[in-house]
């Protein structure tokens, strides 16, 4: 991270200054553990009284908690304001604290991590492949046959593109992140390290001899746009057709999604979730960590799992829901109290 | 895909063909989404009215359904005959659309995917290796030394193959697979891209001083013929003696096998599920989604365990299996019930 | 494995041979399954029988088991000398049979896997990283920019390294390790094939137009010295700050830790371990397989988790939890007889 001073960042936020404009900081940190070269801030009424206590160089503070502590029977501002008489911290007043934030980690990140341009040798780029202008191809990365890449692709090392892919234009694949062949990835996509698109899904036949026959798996997978995919993460191909994620999707790491699933756009599924062949999740849902969801299901939208749930049948109505099988969330939390005091209970 | 007429399907699958035999399909997709260059096929009677709406090119379609459906109290088979007539999709009756479906996917799939073949630079091929006629070497995988390959594997890039390790004959590493020093993995098995064979099983002895120090794990792993294992599952070396996958064993995506475990034939482990240390799974059983077992324990052959069960002591008998700790199906979903309506009750 | 024999054996443990100091063994193996080429051990008196079956070369058996049979009531010791007269197999009496089996296994680890040296090619090193003497660079591996490397560091094929980062000294990459830009990884370390270091952690905030938009995650992991981590398991950097991993833990496979989450030194995590953002986990723990833990919380020192478990809120006292959410494991073991009880009744 560069060195901004207190004054350049509230120049760029647009923030009311109090304290020293030449502080300096070159790093960011949670309030708690910031020290004097680093950039905070705070969003939450319950961390302003840390504003006399901590390290932080400079804070970026939510304007409308300061003015809730206005009255005179807070105590929290007259310290601040001497605090800040005395150089401690100097504090920058903004709007929204957490959105400011987010738009100097966005600066910030775009310094730490620019785009890579650039081919890098020893790299496998079948014949005929167009590599756009600004893309990146890592070493050792490998790209098939007839596949499409988009203006300012990313690919990382030890990649794998089969034949007949197609990547949208700002999509970054990270170091070894495998694509089978035939396969669509969105635009400004983000697929993290190991992450597999396109293994076959689980299909198997028992034969006459009662022996397992592997059925072909040659449809694929879809990925719209915006869509992130985490860590060693797994999205089977199609039986037939397509397996899709349609566009701001955010996944989690080591999340299974297997064959002819479909998920409903800007749902989020948290980290582990696991979601068996043909089920069709909604848009907008979240499935916390460890969700479970059995096969040839549909879930609707805007619904809410809590962790470790397993969702065995469909799920019609909007709504939150908790346990294994998943149930309406407050029944759910009534019916554990009942099975811990079953258990307190020595008759 | 390449293009087929019905009159070419028919005459492949031996079915009685019922409308336009020159009918051209190209691809294969569920009857529900199937368009005019699409072969389908209903096996289940409950798709059968779909014959009406499809806009299916060829529907393959159970004879036996059908005949079911000739009495005239059903109106099915009338407008089917008009559809074929007004030639909007071409039928064909096969004994057992499924079955016919799977062997056509078969001949589908090996025209988009052939085996791969030769020997793609750069590659890592320690020298004395040999590399059997047929076989595929992609760009940048790694052969260590004494490896042994059978006849027409096929090792995609980014494979990493440790020293000693035997691979069977037919057998398909997928991109990124690795297999450390000393495995064997049998003949005609799948290994999907990033799964991890014969890593360090997880064994510890707290020393003197209380500090954790590693038991080195000297075994290997063995998988038998047949095996197919899902995309960055992970199977851990024994500390002494083999991991052992028996033949025709199939193996889901991010699953975990611990050290010291045996898997009997024929059994199935989907998705996400985990086996603790030195535990022996039958034959035949079938661990569904994120079914977790302990360590040390024996679990009986033609075993059924519902999702996210937990397996915590060993099972004696065949049957189904449901909860955590999992305890008979039966009684596991009347408790379910039992705790729902104790979650809706007031008192 | 090299071949020793008891004589040998004896020597290096400082055992106490019956038999005869001239059997050769190559190889070790559990005493149910071992053949006369094998080491084996016997460290519980439930084994202890096996001594007059086990078809083993050499028995390490633990001298206070014996000890304990010597009295006419039994009748163990008797057929075992009998057994060594026989020359059937030889017995090294030791202090601790686990203790001496793990000290021979060391021996043997180290002539098996001998530590790698050397640079392969091709593999990616930029320009001004310094390998140091005695590490090994295997080939298709990818060194980023700044990278610091400790000594006799081993960097299996087809790790990538991002810029920034360090590796302490002694510390095993094995093959397809990806570590994100600027992590740190301690010495001693041992991190398994397909883990994942630095990928961002699972932030998103909905704009005004609830478009979900990520939160750059700008923070490290930190793993300090004597780490050991499983195959694909993945840990997120922290959105600032580090994901701090302390010394002497012991990760499994497939584990997820979360981006900001801080784990305290000699806790494990077993099999397929979640644990969300922000959480802090205390020293001396044992999650075992499965469990997950929700985010921002904190759990004590010297707390196990049962299989599967579900940890829910902070835990304040070092103890035994159970269940999902986790409860003290005594009250919900209660609880789930129960429960049991409750699905067994037809009423």
Avoid at 34 to 53: C, G, R, V
Avoid at 131 to 150: K, T
Avoid at 178 to 192: E, F, P, R, S
Avoid at 263 to 279: K, P, R, W, Y
């Amino acid at each position: 991270m560069m060195e901004f001073s207190a004054g350049q960042i509230a120049a760029v936020l647009g923030g009311k200054l109090m304290g020293d404009a030449n502080v300096m900081v070159r790093d960011v940190a949670p309030i708690e553990s910031a020290q004097s070269h680093h950039l905070s801030f705070i969003t939450d009424e319950k961390y302003l009284p840390m504003l006399e206590t901590t390290h932080a160089g400079v804070v970026l503070v939510t304007q409308s908690l300061l003015d809730s502590h206005q009255s005179p029977e807070t105590k929290l501002i007259a310290p601040l304001r001497q605090r800040i008489t005395n150089h401690q911290s100097t504090v920058i007043l903004v709007e929204n604290a957490r959105g400011a934030m987010g738009q100097l980690l966005q600066m910030v990140s775009k310094t730490m991590f620019p785009a890579k341009k650039g081919i890098e040798q020893p790299s496998f780029i079948t014949e005929g492949v167009a590599i756009p202008d600004g893309a990146y191809v890592g070493a050792f990365a490998y790209i098939g046959r007839n596949v499409r890449l988009g203006a300012g692709v990313q690919i990382y090392p030890n990649v794998y593109i089969g034949d007949n892919v197609t990547i949208g234009e700002g999509t970054i694949l990270y170091a070894g992140v495998k694509v089978y062949a035939n396969c669509q990835i969105g635009k400004q996509c983000i697929l993290h390290a190991g992450v597999v698109v396109g293994s076959d899904g689980f299909g198997f036949e028992p034969d006459a001899q009662g022996v397992n026959q592997k059925i072909p798996q040659i449809g694929n997978v879809i990925t719209e746009d915006d869509v992130e995919i985490g860590a060693n993460t797994t999205i089977d191909r199609a039986m037939m057709g397509s397996t899709v994620v349609h566009k701001n999707i955010k996944i989690d790491n080591l999340v299974q999604i297997a064959h002819n699933v479909e998920v409903g756009e800007s749902t989020f599924l948290c980290a582990q979730v696991g979601i068996a062949g043909s089920t069709k999740v909604g848009k907008h849902c979240i499935l916390t960590g460890q969700v479970g969801a059995a096969g040839h299901i549909e879930i609707a939208d805007n619904c809410i799992f809590g962790a470790q749930s397993g969702i065995a049948g469909s799920i019609r109505k909007p709504g939150m829901y908790m346990g294994s099988p998943a149930i309406d969330a407050g029944i759910w939390r009534r019916a554990t109290v009942r099975f811990k005091q079953s258990g307190q209970r020595n008759n």
